[in-house]
């Protein structure tokens, strides 16, 4: 049942509506962040379609067309060819393609034509997933193309992809996007102690280290997060508490520090999240809408000497530096250049840039 996923509320109202109203359109491209549920909800999608006692759009979550709906047979070994097929579920009418060795392939697409084109065998509805759609090459993408163009109403094709941007527009234009939000901390802390043996406090860390994505939480190595939160918590003391400029170059300097190469951007983003729970708590906002909660009392003192204006720039200035290190791999002079933009010392216009 859809209410048995996490988050994404607004989603599971517009799937919801489009089942019930019959205006399921026959080609969807779910968007979104890894990790937030894209493909449970396309797997919920056809169980509500093909449930034999569906309620307002929700499928039951037990008969037997659910039951087999859930599960998908994943090849076993890591280089089996059954990869380069659809990957069918228990049920005769749901299977997802996956992009075998980094590419969608042109026989993936032309196997969904040619299954799109039946009539249901069991359930009122065939349903293909595309996982990694922007995966799809030119070949892969014309033969898609071609089941677009005009998919029986009984066959529905879901396409999933954290990155829209890399499909062709004549795929995009013959989708309907649903697009899926970061989840909550709260909301992928509820799922993580729902769905897995952890204790509450790991939980928290887990979700508030995840930046909206469970795949994320689960991933996620607490020891590094800890550490980069506690360096950065650093940084908006330095920069709030007591105008440390040598602090502040310390820490641009540990930032760029060879160990810490892969971490940049992490460290750019607990930053952030940082500088949004002080800039929030200083608004007065509801404290359990704070990324970082149980970091309140440094919090509340840094919001009590924060200024919203700065706390802002510092945020599109944070924003900016992401944009610069696509294009600019001198990571030192940026980050330099950030805390001292950020302490006031360099007018954000006349910032050094490098391209
Ligand atoms: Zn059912």
């Known amino acids: 049942m859809f209410s048995e ?212 939480a689960l991933a996620n190595d607490l020891v590094t997060f800890t550490s980069q939160r506690k360096a950065m918590l650093g940084v908006l003391n330095a920069l709030v508490m007591t105008n440390d400029r040598a602090q502040l170059l310390r820490s641009a300097e540990q930032l760029n520090d060879a160990q810490y190469k892969d971490e940049f951007e992490e460290r750019l983003d607990v930053l952030e999240t940082l500088i949004r729970d002080a800039w929030m708590l200083s608004l007065g906002v509801k404290t359990d809408v704070l990324v970082n909660a149980d970091l309140l009392p440094e919090l509340e003192k840094i919001s009590q000497r924060i200024d919203p204006g700065r706390a802002a720039d510092w945020i599109l200035q944070i924003e900016d530096v992401r944009e610069e290190l696509i294009v600019n791999i001198n990571r030192k002079v940026t980050t330099d250049a950030l805390f001292l933009t950020m302490a006031g010392e360099v007018p954000p216009q006349k910032r050094p840039k490098i391209r």
């Open 5 to 216: 996923l996490t988050g994404n509320a607004g989603v599971k109202d517009a799937l919801k509506r489009m089942i019930t109203s019959g205006r399921l359109p026959g080609a969807l491209l779910f968007t979104g962040e890894e990790g937030v549920g894209k493909k449970r909800f396309a797997l919920e999608l056809a169980r509500a379609l093909n449930c034999r006692t569906p309620k307002n759009g929700e499928a039951c979550g037990v008969c037997s067309s659910c039951e087999r709906i859930a599960k998908l047979n994943y090849p076993e070994r890591e280089d089996a060819d059954e990869w380069t097929q659809i990957i069918w579920t228990n049920h005769p009418d749901v299977g997802l393609v996956v992009a075998p060795k980094r590419v969608l392939r042109v026989e993936q697409m032309r196997q969904i034509e040619k299954e799109a084109n039946f009539r249901p065998f069991e359930g009122k509805a065939r349903v293909f997933l595309i996982d990694e759609a922007d995966k799809l090459n030119d070949a892969s993408a014309n033969a898609l193309l071609k089941v677009l163009e005009e998919p029986p109403h009984t066959s529905h094709l879901i396409l999933i992809t954290a990155r829209p941007a890399m499909l062709l527009p004549t795929i995009l234009s013959r989708c309907q996007m649903i697009r899926f939000a970061p989840l909550t901390p709260a909301e992928i802390e509820s799922h993580l102690l729902k769905d897995k043996s952890t204790d509450k406090k790991t939980a928290q860390l887990r979700a508030r280290a995840a930046g909206g994505s469970i795949g994320r």
